[in-house]
T-cell receptor
């Protein structure tokens, strides 16, 4: 079955530590996205990539970094510069045309300890 | 600024009732609109995708309509069941990015 796999499901980060969230898709989609979800705030876009080796900042990119070395993979690193990283992180993908819909992964819950 | 608003924020209904969830958006120049379902602690599941040239889409007990000129979409759920309890999110594609509403939390009581 085609889909998006996010791992791990739960992640704990110590203060000052960088952590990387994995996102892999086998849908042959060109575009991939990272969203952050906080209670009462809805989904906010962190970074997106429409093609391999290219990505753009979303609305809340500060303290995050990404790479897109392969079409199937779009990992997100939460750096120590992100002051409030505790949240639910969702990865999505879409076909290259803008009339395509989005497919989401099952999410990673990150908690700072 | 392109914004998506969902009303109400929460809705509680008895089992078997037909119900309507509302979504409004600020810019009529859209590519498509997508309705998602999210269960607690889970990812988003796509329910219906309506292209800008379409007026409605149906899947089982779900029917979504789109009126671009008024900037509105509705999600109609027929004969609601307790298993329909979840948060329903409306998302509008204005460009390469999807803009989300904050969702309507639906509770269907047995």
């Amino acid at each position: 079955d085609g889909g998006i796999t996010q791992s791990p499901k739960y992640l704990f980060r110590k203060e000052g530590q960088n952590v990387t969230l994995s996102c892999e898709q086998n849908l042959n989609h060109d575009a991939m996205y990272w969203y952050r979800q906080d209670p009462g705030q809805g989904l906010r876009l962190i970074y997106y990539s429409q093609i391999v080796n290219d990505f753009q900042k979303g609305d809340i990119a500060e303290g995050y970094s990404v790479s897109r070395e392969k079409k199937e993979s779009f990992p997100l690193t939460v750096t120590s510069a992100q002051k409030n990283p505790t949240a639910f992180y969702l990865c999505a993908s879409s076909g290259g045309r803008w009339d395509y819909g989005y497919t989401f992964g099952s999410g990673t819950r990150l908690t700072v300890v | 600024k392109q914004e998506v608003t969902q009303i109400p924020a929460a809705l509680s209904v008895p089992e078997g009732e037909n119900l309507v969830l509302n979504c409004s958006f600020t810019d009529s120049a859209i590519y498509n609109l997508q309705w998602f379902r999210q269960d607690p602690g889970k990812g988003l599941t796509s329910l219906l995708l309506i292209q800008s040239s379409q007026r409605e889409q149906t899947s089982g007990r779900l029917n979504a309509s789109l009126d671009k000129s008024s900037g509105r979409s509705t999600l109609y759920i027929a004969a609601s069941q307790p298993g329909d309890s979840a948060t329903y999110l409306c998302a509008v594609r204005f460009s390469e990015k999807l803009v989300f509403g904050k969702g309507t939390k639906l509770t269907v009581n047995p």
